[in-house]
């Protein structure tokens, strides 16, 4: 039972809240009980430890079951440790500490994967996070993190996936240029989102292997890389909005693939 | 040019941060220059006042000549002014007091709508504010919020819509089961989108005029709001993801309704 809210393990947990933490102890925390229970069923392997309060462990009895059968090393902790852990106001009494999951690009295009998502430069944890869980729910085969985009393994970005980030694969660190020529040496189809695209999302081919390529919030795609694309697609806006967020572009891109692949629905 | 950070008229503006303040004025405050812009392109007629500071108006010319042009009042303020009027944290120099624009259902009924949405107690600003904006984008014909929704004229919602809430007409305040009686007597389908739906999207009917029927992020839709429906519709869920969140699955079915609606794209 760990009752010391300022021993050193619990100030190195603490600590995974900063990027810099993380990438020197290659590990990440995942918080509450939806994470958590999806980071038991997924990828229980991956788990290094996991606390859990007195109360939690009471009310989520199977996610603790579970990952005690897995193997995964459960410590209970008091209240006070795990709020001095933890990341969030309202601590929810499980807390994972893991090793930080990334693939290999190399793996991903191995698998032959048919849908993929490259988010080129997002910097924004929440349309990482819900694009991340908008492409699990399309079923795409992986998410394709650039260099200097946001750090996936953020508590916000964890907290915004519900529980996606143990469900699909996911590759980080690798400069946009290299990941669209990879994907080209593999035949996978390079589709640019871009509100300045030609062609109109619903004249394209999506059943063919493809990966959507988003672009900065902001700024959108730069110019030479929507070139480097195969094609440059348009969601159409009916109405009179201007775009739509990118996090919902990438929503309704996913799911435009993936009703195109599964016809049956 | 006002000057006086605590002067009635900019106290006044300050407390439409406030539901009570609006209810109480019948009045809500839009900021920023997407906010402003499409504020004074699509409903002039609403706003009471227009605030600006010099740098402000000599950025944005093209707005503040299409507000004078269009007879709004515009006011120059020091920018201490429009930061006392903001509820952001940097204020962006255009602040618009506004008119509360809300339609009555029977006007929009009267028009002969081919696409609604309509949000059952839905509380979470950000999502309120996607979905208008995505309702915008997919051309849907109005937005129907109901009573005991989050205020869609708080400052956090406005934001949000980037603008939608001037394109869309939007109705507040109806109780959901009058807002569902009121369209099945227009003739309109009412699809309740629900994780529960025994329909999958992609085998519904979307080419008749219908209403997509949002429940509330935690809870979704109470049982007898979705047997009060027409169909309960399902977003199949292709990986591992247990849902999409509101905002995301509202997203793809407006979508998949303009999409089917708009055959050429």
């Given at each position: 039972?760990?009752?010391?809210?300022?021993?050193?393990?619990?100030?190195?947990?603490?600590?995974?809240?900063?990027?810099s933490?993380?990438?020197r102890a290659?590990?990440?925390?995942?918080?509450?009980?939806?994470?958590?229970?999806?980071?038991v069923r997924?990828?229980?392997e991956?788990i290094?430890?996991?606390?859990?309060t007195?109360?939690?462990?009471?009310?989520?009895?199977?996610?603790?079951?579970?990952?005690?059968?897995?193997?995964v090393h459960?410590?209970?902790?008091?209240?006070?440790?795990?709020?001095?852990?933890?990341d969030?106001?309202a601590?929810?009494?499980?807390?994972?500490?893991?090793?930080?999951?990334t693939?290999?690009?190399?793996?991903?295009l191995?698998?032959?994967?048919?849908?993929?998502v490259?988010?080129a430069?997002?910097?924004?944890?929440g349309?990482?996070g819900?694009?991340l869980r908008?492409?699990?729910?399309?079923?795409a085969?992986?998410?394709?993190v650039?260099?200097?985009?946001?750090?996936?393994f953020s508590?916000?970005?964890?907290?915004?996936?519900?529980?996606?980030?143990?469900h699909?694969?996911?590759?980080?660190g690798?400069p946009?240029?290299?990941?669209?020529?990879e994907?080209?040496g593999?035949?996978i189809t390079?589709?640019a989102a871009?509100?300045a695209?030609t062609?109109?999302?619903?004249?394209?081919?999506?059943?063919?292997?493809?990966?959507?390529?988003?672009?900065?919030e902001?700024?959108?795609?730069?110019?030479?890389?929507r070139?480097?694309c195969?094609?440059?697609?348009r969601?159409p806006i009916?109405?009179?909005?201007e775009?739509l967020?990118?996090?919902m572009?990438?929503?309704?891109?996913?799911?435009?693939?993936a009703?195109?692949?599964?016809?049956?629905?």
């Amino acid at each position: 039972m760990l009752t010391n809210p300022r021993a050193d393990r619990v100030r190195s947990v603490a600590a995974l809240s900063r990027r810099s933490a993380r990438e020197r102890a290659g590990l990440f925390v995942a918080e509450g009980p939806q994470s958590v229970r999806e980071a038991v069923r997924f990828r229980p392997e991956a788990i290094r430890d996991l606390y859990v309060t007195a109360e939690a462990g009471e009310r989520h009895t199977e996610i603790v079951d579970a990952a005690t059968a897995a193997g995964v090393h459960v410590h209970e902790c008091t209240p006070e440790v795990l709020a001095a852990m933890s990341d969030t106001d309202a601590p929810q009494g499980l807390l994972a500490v893991c090793r930080v999951l990334t693939s290999t690009l190399a793996d991903v295009l191995a698998r032959r994967p048919r849908l993929l998502v490259v988010l080129a430069h997002v910097r924004d944890p929440g349309n990482a996070g819900t694009v991340l869980r908008g492409a699990d729910a399309a079923g795409a085969d992986a998410v394709i993190v650039s260099e200097a985009s946001v750090d996936v393994f953020s508590p916000k970005v964890v907290r915004s996936t519900a529980g996606s980030l143990f469900h699909v694969p996911v590759v980080t660190g690798l400069p946009v240029p290299q990941i669209l020529a990879e994907l080209a040496g593999a035949g996978i189809t390079r589709l640019a989102a871009d509100g300045a695209g030609t062609r109109l999302l619903p004249e394209v081919d999506l059943t063919r292997p493809h990966a959507w390529v988003m672009g900065n919030e902001a700024w959108g795609l730069p110019q030479p890389l929507r070139e480097a694309c195969d094609e440059v697609v348009r969601v159409p806006i009916f109405g009179h909005a201007e775009s739509l967020n990118l996090a919902m572009a990438a929503t309704v891109c996913l799911y435009a693939s993936a009703l195109a692949q599964h016809p049956a629905g």
